[in-house]
């Protein structure tokens, strides 16, 4: 059998690559005479880079200013495959959660900023890029993206930078920049911020807002994605971005419908396997390719929530967890990569012609 591998990443627990290749370690084992393909998914978040580093490009790295001041080192990716070069760039490298060194508090989600985000964005300019494809998703930061435009020479000076280069913002999140629905309020309280905290930041973004207006041409703050990695997608679409699904950038930078069509298999996966999962994650995105080609999808994932007949119901030939094999959530969060792996030598084990 031909079977492509093509989860999304497992939380916090395994990258996207990571999870491919367990799953890839486990399949083998149990039928070493099926031909395997590694095609790693994202929806522009953590992992973004690495994933299409997996299947492509030239990686590089930068030394940066992380989310509270203090040098980091990023990568980027630079696919210089034809004379119109592409960067693709993962705000989580250089303004992540993970960079605070600690907990977020009400003081890292006032002062976390995305400077080192515009020094990226600098780096593929300098390298030629014609198009920046940025992908947002686990940032530490609510600054409206006003890092990322005093990096490029204020704003101005960015205007100018970016003008003539296609800017694409990579995101699933439809948020805007202000109100209930806003940055501050819907994402704020998971970086730290409590709510006096809030509404500061909302307070701050609002006068940003305006700025960013004033470049524009237009007020980009209720447009979709303008709430994104806490207003960094606004910043962008003032320079000019237009949104696109995160999860579609990688699809079509990988071809994978067309890995899909070859495919006797599709084996896809994720951290919680529940009712949400079904509503246009990478998940649901890849099993829809995969049915209308007629390809069966199995998904694994750390703990699967839906009950069989959903499953079944949503054009799904199996669902696997690995609690199930792991005996606990501890085991199956601490454990991940190797029980991954025994979960899907499991699986394999018992595959025929149909559903194990």
């Given at each position: 059998m031909r079977i492509l591998i093509a989860p999304d990443s497992f939380g916090d627990t395994l990258s996207a690559v990571a999870a491919s290749a367990a799953i890839a370690r486990g399949w083998?084992?149990?039928?070493?005479?099926?031909?395997?393909?590694?095609?790693?998914?994202?929806?522009?978040?953590?992992?973004?880079?690495?994933?299409?580093?997996s299947r492509f490009g030239d990686l590089r790295s930068a030394t940066v200013t992380g989310p509270l001041g203090a040098a980091v080192r990023a990568s980027w990716l630079l696919d210089d495959r034809t004379s119109s070069p592409v960067a693709y760039i993962e705000c989580?490298?250089?303004?992540?959660?993970?960079?605070l060194g600690g907990r977020p508090t009400p003081r890292t989600a006032l002062s976390a900023d995305t400077t080192g985000v515009g020094q990226l964005v600098d780096a593929a300019l300098d390298a030629g890029a014609h198009t920046i494809v940025v992908g947002l998703g686990g940032s530490a930061t609510t600054d409206g993206g006003r890092g990322l435009v005093d990096a490029l020479g204020g704003p101005a000076?960015?205007?100018?930078?970016?003008?003539?280069?296609?800017?694409?913002?990579a995101s699933d999140v439809e948020n805007p920049l202000l109100g209930p629905l806003g940055a501050a309020a819907v994402f704020g309280p998971q970086k730290g911020a409590d709510p006096a905290t809030v509404e500061?930041?909302?307070?701050?973004?609002?006068?940003?807002?305006r700025v960013l207006e004033g470049m524009a041409g237009r007020d980009v703050s209720g447009e979709e994605g303008a709430g994104a990695a806490g207003g960094l997608g606004a910043a962008l679409l003032a320079l000019g971005g237009r949104r696109v699904s995160g999860a579609t950038v990688v699809a079509e930078a990988t071809d994978r419908a067309a890995d899909v069509a070859s495919s006797d298999l599709v084996i896809t996966g994720e951290g919680k396997f529940d009712s949400q999962t079904l509503r246009g994650k990478v998940v649901s995105a890849l099993n829809a390719e995969a049915t209308d080609a007629g390809v069966p999808t199995v998904v694994f994932a750390g703990q699967v929530v839906l009950t069989p007949e959903e499953v079944a119901a949503a054009g799904i030939a199996g669902a696997y967890a690995i609690v199930d094999v792991a005996g606990s959530v501890d085991v199956a969060m601490n454990d991940a990569d190797n029980q991954l792996t025994r979960l899907a030598e499991k699986v394999a084990s018992g595959w025929g012609d149909g559903v194990a």
């Open positions: 083998s084992a149990a039928r070493p005479a099926d031909e395997l393909r590694s095609a790693p998914q994202s929806d522009g978040g953590p992992g973004f880079v690495a994933v299409l580093a989580a490298q250089a303004c992540g959660l993970h960079q000076q960015a205007v100018q930078r970016l003008s003539g280069v296609e800017v694409v913002v500061r930041l909302e307070e701050r973004m609002g006068q940003w807002s």
